[in-house]
């Protein structure tokens, strides 16, 4: 099983408690532990349980790619505490902008950054993450982050993104970004949707059409097909 529709104590907007990559996925701790274990099994990756900030908004605040996790200035002594024990490693970011999860999109290729920062932060930034790092914005807005959210195959985006800002990205990041929505309409797509090359957990408004647009474009009917027709070739030896 590659996908996932739930909600978290009710609430559809799953992505603002969940960080995830494909090695580790960051869940807040308010979560019921069962649902943790649903993360696990579809993501394919241990699922961590912890506050950023105090808070469970962990989707929020940080962001990162399989280099580093960029954490917020105003992040707990011992949450970061909680990181080392973990074994990730992290770069503390200073920033009056601390909805870094919001504000920047990420990958091991580009990231594009929100206006808000200084450009002494998107240099520290771009140094951390050891990639390409421009300014920009989705649809005309700055909170970047909170507008998409992408694989090593894919992005799935805000349905309003301009022709030059899609062009922007696609070369920045390296991805065709494709613009869709998630729980029945809403273009916040990461308030919806988390995912990484394993599978992905999608808001339970979300509808068909959501969900196979977000299947597609992430990759994850071809890797379907592929699955299968392996599958037939060995029954057939």
Request: aromatic letters at 6%; proline letters at 3%; a neutral charge.
């Amino acid at each position: 099983m590659h996908v996932l529709k739930t909600s978290f104590n009710g609430n559809p907007n799953i992505g603002l408690y969940t960080y995830c990559s494909n090695d580790y996925c960051l869940l807040g701790r308010e979560i019921p532990e069962h649902k943790a274990k649903e993360l696990a099994h579809v993501l394919g990756v241990p699922v961590h349980q912890m506050n950023i900030c105090g808070t469970s908004l962990i989707g929020v605040f940080v962001t990162g790619n399989s280099r580093v996790l960029l954490v917020p200035e105003i992040v707990f002594d011992n949450e970061l505490k909680h990181l080392d024990r973990l074994g990730i490693d992290y770069k503390v970011i200073e920033s009056r902008v601390t909805a870094l999860g919001n504000s920047l999109l990420c990958n091991d290729k580009g990231c594009l950054a929100g206006t808000d920062f200084s450009a002494d932060q998107k240099k520290r930034i771009r140094q951390a993450l050891g990639v390409s790092l421009k300014p920009g914005k989705i649809a005309g807005l700055s909170t970047v982050g909170s507008l998409a959210a992408l694989n090593s195959r894919g992005c799935i985006i805000h349905r309003d993104v301009t022709k030059r800002e899609k062009e922007y990205i696609e070369e920045l990041l390296g991805l065709k970004c494709i613009p869709s929505t998630v729980n029945m309409g809403s273009p916040y797509i990461k308030s919806g949707l988390v995912c990484n090359d394993n599978g992905f957990i999608v808001g339970d408004l979300s509808g068909g059409p959501e969900i196979v647009n977000i299947e597609e474009e992430l990759g994850f009917l071809e890797h379907k097909a592929h699955a299968e027709a392996r599958h037939q070739r060995h029954q057939k030896r």
